[in-house]
Every structure is written in C-alpha cells, then in structure tokens.
C-alpha cells in the first residue's frame, strides 16, 4: 500500500515556481503535524516546512517568505507552493509526518525532483 506520493517537481529557471503534491494515506494526514523535506546531492535531509493539523505554519530561514506549505482536508494532501526559486532550492523534496526523531523515521516516499538552473 502506497503511503506517501510526491508529485510536481521539474525543471525551472531560477525566479520560477513550482507547486508540489504530496498526497497521504489517511491515517498519516491526521498525524499532528506534517511537513516538507529536502535532500540535495551530497547533503543531509533537511525540513523546509511544516504543517499542523490546525493549520499553524513553520518555515526553515532558507525558504521563509518564498515557499508556502497548505493542506486539503478533503484530499489528504499536503502542498509546497515554492516561489522565486534559487539554484540551492535542487533538491529531492519528500513528505512525511514531522516529529523531533524525524531522521529514524524509516516510511518515506519516492519524493519529486526540483531542479533550479538557467
């Protein structure tokens, strides 16, 4: 059973924008409070944003006042509106719940593809 499916990623030119998908089993979208990550070639994941189940918001500084987060209810589904993309955006973006022990977590999805270049 398919949990956790991104979608959305692509190619852009720096200044662009992308919007990503993320949509969850139910049981994962009732969890506390989801989120957005990333990983770059090389780096470690990182959280760029999360989510709570009444809507309060959180932004890494590197993202802040550029990605917004939402969610649909109606859909399970998790959203990251990325805006005035940056070549430090090309990234793999995942999904998943968010806890402090997020880095053991072990049920990940496929993730989508950002990619920023001109």
């Known amino acids: 059973q398919v949990r956790l499916v991104e979608s959305g990623g692509g190619s852009v030119q720096p200044g662009g924008s992308l919007t990503l998908s993320c949509a969850t089993a139910?049981?994962?979208?009732?969890?506390?409070?989801l989120a957005w990550y990333r990983q770059a070639p090389g780096e470690q994941r990182e959280v760029v944003a999360q989510?709570?189940?009444?809507?309060?918001?959180r932004y890494s500084d590197s993202v802040k006042d550029r990605f917004t987060i939402s969610r649909d209810n109606a859909k399970s589904t998790v959203y990251l509106q990325m805006d005035r993309l940056k070549p430090e955006d090309t990234a793999v973006y995942y999904c998943?719940?968010?806890?402090?022990?997020?880095?053991?977590?072990?049920?990940w999805g496929q993730g989508t593809q950002v990619t920023v270049s001109s």
């Open positions: 998943n719940q968010y806890v402090t022990s997020w880095s053991r977590l072990r049920l």
């Open positions: 989510i709570t189940r009444d809507n309060t918001k």
């Open positions: 139910a049981d994962i979208f009732r969890l506390p409070v």
